[in-house]
């Protein structure tokens, strides 16, 4: 029974490939939706999905290596089966099935494409009437206090915006291949360094269903925070966001009287 165990450990190894794939492609979205107490799945990014299926072909490799009889045996199963006819069954499943997976790969990477018509987008939307005169509460702190908050945001940016501004603000967060429309890149300096803090302030609060009726849709992913972040946790992340992506907030003009 062992050595006709054995003699499988191809059709094992390759079973086991296809099931890492069932559980990251099918049930890990609906897992962290779950464990994350969301009300959507919460999709695997098409680039961590390919390095979970290297990882998954590698490991399998590294077991049947581990040993010259355990490579041995499955390399014997591309030999004649004889009268194993379940060998015989699953060497000819294999042996038309690897051409189709060839021929499907590059028919998808090279048939043509559809595209979303191209929509006139207004990147940043007219500040709400109630949000223009807010402050940064710790704008006129002193030095240590505003190090603090700068550091507390910082921290409060890494476990809530990470996911899909990425470490570095910079849009490449793991979800962020997950969207149609990619998370903001926060380097650019065409982004937040062209907004006063209260503007930041009320996207992240409202986040994209407080987004104002013209011009929908806005297709945006952005949730509103302002159930989950105090008003105190927004600024902090505000300061910190900028100092992480490297910009300063746009400053207030002076009206003129």
Same mark, same amino acid.
Request: charged share 5%.
């Given at each position: 029974m062992g050595n006709r165990k054995n003699s499988y450990s191809m059709i094992v190894a390759i079973v086991s490939i296809l099931i890492v794939f069932v559980i990251i492609k099918f049930i890990a979205p609906y897992a962290f939706m779950y464990l994350l107490a969301k009300d959507h799945t919460m999709p695997t990014p098409s680039t961590l999905m390919l390095w979970y299926m290297i990882l998954a072909i590698l490991g399998s490799l590294v077991y049947v290596s581990t040993s010259d009889l355990k490579w041995a045996k499955f390399?014997?199963?591309i030999l004649p089966a004889g009268d194993d006819k379940t060998k015989a069954i699953f060497q000819k499943i294999i042996v038309i099935s690897f051409p189709l997976l060839v021929g499907w790969?590059?028919?998808?990477? =090279?048939?043509?494409g559809t595209a979303s018509p191209v929509e006139l987008r207004i990147q940043h939307p007219t500040l709400l009437q109630e949000y223009e005169k807010l402050e940064n509460p710790f704008a006129n702190a002193d030095k240590e206090t505003k190090r603090r908050c700068v550091e507390e945001g910082k921290i409060l940016y890494q476990q809530n915006c990470r996911p899909c501004h990425g470490s570095k603000a910079d849009g490449n967060g793991p979800f962020a291949n997950a969207f149609r429309l990619r998370p903001i890149n926060f380097t650019d300096?065409?982004?937040?360094a062209t907004v006063v803090e209260n503007f930041a302030f009320w996207r992240i609060k409202e986040g994209g269903p407080g987004l104002p009726n013209v011009s929908t849709p806005w297709d945006s992913a952005m949730p509103a925070w302002k159930d989950v972040? =105090?008003?105190t946790q927004i600024w902090k992340i505000i300061m910190g966001e900028y100092v992480t992506a490297g910009v300063v907030a746009r400053q207030r003009e002076e009206m003129e009287h």
């Open positions: 390399l014997s199963f790969f590059a028919y998808s990477g =090279t048939m043509p300096p065409g982004t937040i972040l =105090t008003d």
